[in-house]
């Protein structure tokens, strides 16, 4: 079965940091896409960045809200993904969601999702 | 980046009723597309991909279409349980996107 497991999650001041994981079990981490998917209270999804596979050396992608403060990572011998969240700012408060990538024609898509992890930047 | 517009954002439906959610695209993304369905307090569920690909375990009473710059989602026969916020993705080019939303009630 596959389980994706967020933590990490907690209250920051604007301007700090935190560092989200997810712990993964049930498929080959190594062969998959992982995101992360967020969504602010009482809104819509965002997605947040990806790492890529090892077959493409990890390579990583960013919304340009976050690219230069976020930084996506993961830990194959762990079965792990981060997401270390620098210069944080109160529009960054969210529930942050791990989310596992399924290939299809080109295309990666979001197969299984977290629980979730809120993050809530305030002073 | 794709702006993705759905329509309507809110939709008032009775059990039985056919059920569909348009999906726009700022430009041409092919099939790229999937459709989300999230419920209060949940994590979303991958209904649809590559446009019109029902994920494992999705009953049959979904369905999607479209290529190019519009999309669509179809519920056939709306269940207690398909009241729900449902949106779209592109997964065409960076950044990834998603639409607004529509959020799916009882009638």
């Known amino acids: 079965e596959v389980q994706l497991v967020e933590s990490g999650g907690g209250l920051v001041q604007p301007g700090g940091s935190l560092r989200l994981s997810c712990a993964a079990s049930?498929?080959?981490?190594?062969?998959?896409?992982m995101d992360w998917v967020r969504q602010a209270p009482g809104k819509g999804l965002e997605w947040v960045g990806r790492?890529?596979?090892?077959?493409?050396?990890?390579?990583?992608e960013y919304a340009a809200s976050v690219k230069g403060r976020f930084t996506v990572s993961r830990d194959d011998s762990k079965n792990s993904l981060y997401l270390q969240m620098n210069s944080l700012e109160t529009e960054d408060t969210a529930v942050y969601y791990c989310t596992r990538g399924i290939y299809y024609s080109s295309g990666w898509y979001h197969d299984h999702w977290g629980q979730g992890t809120l993050v809530t930047v305030s002073s | 980046d794709i702006q993705l517009t759905q329509s309507p954002s809110f939709l008032s439906a009775s059990v039985g009723d056919r059920v569909t959610i348009t999906c726009r695209a700022s430009?041409?993304?092919?099939?790229?597309l999937a459709w989300y369905q999230q419920k209060p307090g949940k994590a979303p569920k991958l209904l649809i991909y590559?446009?019109?690909t029902l994920q494992s375990g999705v009953p049959s009473r979904f369905s999607g279409s479209g290529s190019g710059t519009e999309f669509t989602l179809t519920i056939s026969s709306l269940q207690p349980e398909d009241f729900a916020t449902y949106y779209c993705?592109?997964?065409?080019?960076?950044?990834?996107?998603f639409g607004g939303g529509t959020k799916v009630e009882i009638k």
């Open positions: 590559a446009a019109s």
């Open positions: 430009q041409g993304i092919s099939s790229y």
């Open positions: 049930g498929f080959t981490f190594s062969d998959r896409y």
């Open positions: 993705q592109q997964v065409k080019s960076y950044p990834l996107t």
């Open positions: 790492s890529r596979n090892k077959v493409n050396n990890y390579a990583t």
